[in-house]
């Protein structure tokens, strides 16, 4: 089972944007940068403009803060910034604008916004300045706050790509998902962006609705059709759904444009090891732990490959690293369970188990488990409870099976007849591919209709 997830880290030169937002920094820094830089507020109006054209000082100034930025030169930048903050007692709107980037970028998010607040109050009309507070209030979780900024910023303003996509990662971090699908279709409206697909697509996940987040990647690769993350992201949605083929299509497609990326190759690895090749399995992620060696969705994978190779010791190790990694991932404690109930550990098994059904207590078969391992571990009356719920979550004929071979082992007929009876109508309602795909399962059929007719139930 593959878990998986896309960071927004601010880029080096992004002025209102994380790289989520997808807007080029160069472009952003010229757009933003240079309006502030030439234009300034009404104080810069009051320098001595020579007749003949000369530069001004002031944009002399920020036309050295602008480059020192750019060559990300902070410490000599922010000692720029000061003198011209003295030099002209607050009143510059670019020198404050930087430095409030720099604050935001060195992680001091709140200095950031007080900052950006400021140049705001010089240049209330300008929208850079406001698109950055919205961002600012985004980054330290204030999210309507930082909606009332971007519906002001759209009032004065011109309609903006990013400002209705900012607006749409602010609704959806507050579950207002119809409000965020509207804001992200405004903003492809304006100015189609990967970006705004991606988060567009979340949305729809979030939603459960996994074919109209397919729909709006498969609308995105008409626009961007050699997107890794795009298509990794519709080959995960398509194994979400179990269509693995297709998963696979599209995982294989991301590999050839991106063949290093970690995520699709646990992915493709995933669906590999599920058709029980579990070598090509290993081989894909050895590529990936290269990249990612501290993923515990790696290890975890890697530890069911070589419980599948019957290397049990090497399956332990590589599943009690992936614990060590994330100590919270159901999965993980549900494969250990397996592994130490396969080896006879049947302590060890109880042990993961209950962690798993403490993590996840609404994964049904962590239950019929918890129930094998009680019953070898002679706890008969808890072990009952466990198929009981198990049964009460889902009704799967392995449950009923399982729970009338431990009531038969404990002399329990009459039950054991009833759930071996609820198990096999189940069974043959199974289509041929299903019925003959572990026969072990058969053979556990006939043996124990051979007991059941023997003791006479």
Not at 6 to 17: I, K
Not at 74 to 100: M, N, Q, R, S, W
Not at 125 to 150: E, P, T
Not at 241 to 269: C, M, Q, V, W
Request: charged share 20%.
């Amino acid at each position: 089972m593959v878990r998986t997830g896309v960071s927004d880290d601010e880029g080096v030169l992004a002025t209102s944007a994380d790289v989520s937002s997808g807007a080029s920094a160069d472009t952003v820094v010229s757009a933003a940068g240079q309006k502030l830089k030439q234009g300034g507020t009404d104080a810069a109006q009051l320098n001595d403009a020579n007749s003949d054209g000369a530069v001004l000082p002031r944009e002399s100034i920020n036309a050295h803060i602008h480059n020192l930025y750019v060559r990300q030169d902070f410490d000599e930048c922010l000692k720029v910034i000061e003198d011209a903050v003295d030099k002209y007692e607050g009143l510059c709107e670019y020198p404050i604008y930087v430095k409030a980037l720099i604050k935001r970028q060195t992680g001091q998010i709140a200095e950031s916004l007080q900052l950006f607040q400021k140049a705001t109050c010089l240049n209330p009309h300008n929208i850079a300045n406001l698109k950055q507070v919205g961002r600012s209030l985004y980054l330290l979780g204030k999210h309507k706050a930082a909606i009332d900024v971007y519906e002001e910023a759209n009032r004065i303003g011109v309609d903006d790509w990013e400002i209705y996509h900012n607006a749409g990662l602010c609704y959806m971090y507050l579950k207002a998902y119809e409000l965020a699908i509207e804001n992200f279709r405004s903003a492809n409206q304006l100015h189609r962006h990967d970006s705004t697909y991606l988060q567009l697509g979340k949305v729809y996940t979030l939603m459960e609705n996994y074919k109209g987040a397919i729909d709006v990647y498969l609308e995105a690769l008409e626009f961007s059709p050699e997107n890794p993350d795009i298509l990794t992201t519709i080959g995960l949605l398509y194994l979400r759904l179990g269509e693995n083929y297709r998963a696979f299509d599209f995982l294989g497609n991301s590999l050839t444009h991106d063949p290093k990326n970690p995520k699709t190759i646990l992915a493709a690895g995933s669906i590999i090891q599920d058709h029980s090749d579990m070598d090509v399995a290993l081989i894909k992620y050895r590529v990936a732990a290269v990249h990612t060696p501290n993923s515990a969705q790696l290890w975890n994978n890697v530890g069911m490959c070589f419980f599948g190779k019957q290397r049990f010791i090497a399956s332990i190790a590589c599943l009690k690293r992936a614990l060590y990694l994330d100590p919270f991932e159901w999965i993980i404690s549900y494969n250990l369970g397996l592994v130490h109930l396969n080896t006879g550990q049947y302590a060890s098994a109880f042990h993961f188990f209950s962690a798993s059904v403490n993590l996840k207590p609404d994964f049904p078969s962590s239950y019929m488990y918890l129930a094998i391992t009680l019953a070898k571990l002679d706890d008969f009356e808890n072990s009952c409870s466990a198929y009981e719920k198990a049964i009460e979550m889902e009704s799967d004929h392995l449950f009923h099976l399982n729970y009338a071979l431990t009531l038969a082992s404990n002399g329990e007929f009459a039950k054991a007849r009833q759930q071996y009876d609820h198990a096999f109508r189940i069974f043959e309602g199974l289509d041929d591919d299903s019925k003959g795909a572990d026969m072990e399962v058969v053979e556990q059929f006939d043996t124990l209709k051979v007991a059941l007719e023997q003791s006479g139930a």
